[in-house]
């Protein structure tokens, strides 16, 4: 035969468990000094502290998060008073690979054509330079399409070279592509210097 104690250890294990497990409802704003919500079938609010991720008037429908014996508003449907949220574009706008323009003292590696295009607010460059004879580190490559350049030096990426030599890789407002900061680099022909890197240009 089950006991009583056995039953209320039960129930009480169950209760926990539901009060562990988020569940979300549509409630109104009754207060916001403090903040109170009444949540939908009920006729009066939620006892105790509400949380927001944001804070909507009195009166406004809004979305509750209802975890562990708390609730949290988690988001608000729009009103006349509520800032306009940012339409999205219709599409990435995105470029076919296109060839960067190798400086002069340093060749293409063959398979690895220093390349670059554009993603959405990204720019993407790939491929690697090899230094010849007058390869200056100051000037490893240029970028051809102005408007994927930065207004000043900008820091674009790091790279390892062939001879396991490390590197910080920088874009001026010309669009040189050099080797700046910390560097390892020699001054061995022959060299292969990666160029592969993902930065977003720096506009202001």
Known sequence: MIGLDYLVSTIARLSARVDLTPSFQWATVTATNPLQV?????????????????????GRRVMVMVWNR?????????????????KMPDEIVSTDWRPLTV????????G??????????????????ERRVGGYLSSLATMPDAALRPVGTQF??????????ASELYMSGSGVVSVQGYTAIGDDPGMIVPLSCVYMPVKK
């Open 70 to 86: 708390r609730a949290i508003i988690m988001g608000a449907l729009r009103g006349p008073d509520l800032p306009e949220i940012p």
């Open 103 to 110: 400086s002069s003292g340093w060749g293409e590696v063959r």
């Open 38 to 58: 009444r949540l939908d079938g009920m006729t009066e609010p939620l006892a105790g502290a509400v949380d927001a991720l944001v804070m909507p008037p009195v």
């Open 156 to 165: 674009i990426g790091s790279s390892v070279t062939s001879h396991g030599q």
């Open 112 to 129: 690895h054509t220093p390349s670059f295009r554009r993603w959405g607010d990204l720019v993407i460059i790939s491929g690697a330079v």
